[in-house]
């Protein structure tokens, strides 16, 4: 009905089929049901019914069945070989394919394994580099600081390995051990010193408490390569008087200088008046 209506459902609503139009409609519409045996919905008819369908209909449709069977035969098995050949194709694509990401994974895996070696092997050197690095530093200090001390700019500690008195009265001519076996030979003037006695020394170049240099001088014809700074308690045992609480602080280098510039000047004006 609807579909005999200009406006679909609105017109059908709306009156626009009259009793006349809907009997020819559905005169038309059992016609249709008439020619189409096989529709669920169509007329009910004697052939339809179970004793001709088991005596008649089914016999004759399996007859229809078989001869089409044999006279397809060759096609059927085409197409059954050509559906197991697309399977087998199939399968083999998809087995392919699977050993493709099998292969992929492994090469992923060995990549990350030599990356891995490479990363480590380049810390390793790098490690290595730096620990060369450092023992150059290292080194390099060390050889400044032997340097340096060679050189005489610093001053140091260390112990009284000798002490000889010279032929001027109140000199001595002392040796002092520090660091590595090094030693330096010192000239000290009216100070009591024994061997065993710590004491620090300012070596050559080395800067002095009042601000001066330490400077390699000869005193009584006997080089002075340092100044004493500080002398610390005599050896226990050594026969000497009771050692002092604090180091005693000896002369500085200006003192030995200023000495040694009276000396000069006494032997000139001995020398002056030899000669009037």
Not at 187 to 196: F, I, P, R, S
Not at 249 to 260: F, I, L, N, S
């Amino acid at each position: 009905y609807l579909k005999g209506c200009t406006r679909g459902r609105q017109g059908y609503q709306t009156g626009e089929l009259t009793v006349a139009k809907k009997q020819v409609i559905r005169d038309e519409f059992i016609a249709e049901l008439a020619k189409d045996p096989e529709c669920p919905v169509s007329w009910c008819s004697w052939k339809n019914t179970l004793i001709p369908c088991l005596v008649y209909h089914w016999p004759l449709a399996s007859i229809q069945w078989c001869c089409w069977r044999v006279a397809h035969n060759d096609e059927i098995r085409d197409e059954k070989a050509q559906l197991e050949e697309e399977r087998r194709a199939e399968e083999e694509a998809d087995r392919e394919e699977e050993e493709a990401r099998e292969r992929a994974a492994c090469e992923k895996e060995e990549r990350k394994a030599q990356n891995a070696a490479r990363l480590a092997q380049r810390q390793k050197e790098e490690e290595e580099k730096r620990q060369r690095w450092m023992e150059e530093a290292q080194r390099e200090a060390e050889e400044a600081e032997e340097q340096q001390e060679d050189e005489g700019g610093s001053i140091v500690s260390g112990l009284v390995t000798s002490a000889e008195e010279m032929r001027k009265k109140g000199h001595l001519l002392i040796e002092v051990t520090y660091g590595n076996d090094k030693t330096v030979q010192l000239v000290v003037v009216d100070k009591a010193v024994q061997t065993g006695q710590n004491c620090t020394v300012a070596l050559e170049g080395a800067e002095l408490p009042n601000g001066k240099k330490a400077k390699r001088s000869k005193v009584a014809g006997e080089w002075s390569e340092g100044v004493l700074l500080e002398l610390g308690p005599p050896p226990i045992g050594s026969g000497s008087a009771a050692p002092e609480t604090e180091p005693e602080v000896v002369e500085t280098q200006e003192v030995v200088e200023d000495k040694q510039d009276q000396e000069e000047e006494s032997g000139k004006a001995r020398r002056r008046k030899k000669k009037g």
